[in-house]
């Protein structure tokens, strides 16, 4: 059976919850609360799953500004990629030119220069950015 959207319904619950741009921490807490409770149901009505996404989007752009994830270095991002794909250094040494240079470059005592930056753009498949 599919449920079609009801625009009274999801105006009463807007009534009822009233969402609004979240500016504190307690508001944070009440809209993740409500969002949680949400989640768990076993049949959201599309109403229901409307305001769901109304406010993870309201969640999200408030804990983007308070909480930003800081940027990685170009070698915290080496590491990151090469422990996601389970790869050892010496798996770098034809992409890089040199064993020394690999190993310098993980350990952090090399910098990784523009070239080196696109190849291993392109052997991760990755904006260059990330190691820029």
């Not at 983007?64 to 389970?86: C, F, K, N, W």
């Not at 910098?111 to 190691?131: E, G, M, R």
């Amino acid at each position: 059976m599919t449920h079609t959207f009801n625009s009274e319904s999801y105006a009463k619950l807007l009534a009822q919850y009233q969402p609004k741009t979240i500016t504190t921490e307690e508001e944070n807490e009440r809209a993740i609360a409500l969002a949680t409770e949400l989640e768990h149901r076993k049949s959201r009505t599309p109403e229901e799953e409307t305001l769901l996404e109304l406010l993870v989007t309201l969640i999200e752009k408030f804990e983007e500004a308070h909480y930003p994830i800081p940027q990685g270095t170009p070698h915290s991002m080496l590491q990151h990629l090469m422990d996601v794909r389970e790869l050892a250094p010496s798996a770098l040494v034809e992409v890089i030119g040199s064993k020394q240079a690999v190993f310098e470059i993980i350990n952090g005592t090399r910098s990784i220069s523009k070239a080196q930056a696109q190849t291993l753009a392109d052997f991760f498949k990755v904006d260059i950015s990330l190691f820029l």
